[in-house]
Nanobody, 127 residues
Framework: EEQLVESGGGLVQSGGSLRLSCEASGFAFDDYTVGWFRQAPGKEREGVAS????????TYRDSVKGRFTISKDTAKDMVYLKMNSLKPEDTASYSCVGKYSPLTTSARFSTLAYRHWGQGTQVTVSS
């Protein structure tokens, strides 16, 4: 069975840091575009970061630029999201996603673009 499993969420104070991890099982990340989405209660799901297959380019939501970093370790089939300077508005359930092959820049934050989704890990930032 192909699946993504996230870990690393938790409760952190404003200004703190967390690193989320995502492990693929049943398939390999080698030829995949990967990313992270988040959804806060009562809000729509939104793309946070993406790492494109092929050129390795990364894309970030404006509100997290300079604070979040996405990375992929294909040898371990792992994707990470390092989050620094966390703010209360970053509170959400964060899900890892994967799509075989590259994506255009405009598609990287489209929920329809990704076939694989993890169940999410909760990040709560207290003020």
């Amino acid at each position: 069975e192909e699946q993504l499993v996230e870990s690393g969420g938790g409760l952190v104070q404003s200004g703190g840091s967390l690193r989320l991890s995502c492990e693929a099982s049943g398939f390999a990340f080698d030829d995949y575009t990967v990313g992270w989405f988040r959804q806060a209660p009562g809000k729509e799901r939104e793309g946070v970061a993406s790492s494109n297959h092929g050129d390795g380019s990364t894309t970030y939501r404006d509100s997290v630029k300079g604070r979040f970093t996405i990375s992929k370790d294909t040898a371990k089939d792992m994707v990470y999201l390092k989050m620094n300077s966390l703010k209360p508005e970053d509170t959400a359930s964060y899900s890892c996603v994967g799509k075989y092959s590259p994506l255009t820049t405009s598609a990287r934050f489209s929920t329809l673009a990704y076939r694989h989704w993890g169940q999410g890990t909760q990040v709560t930032v207290s003020s």
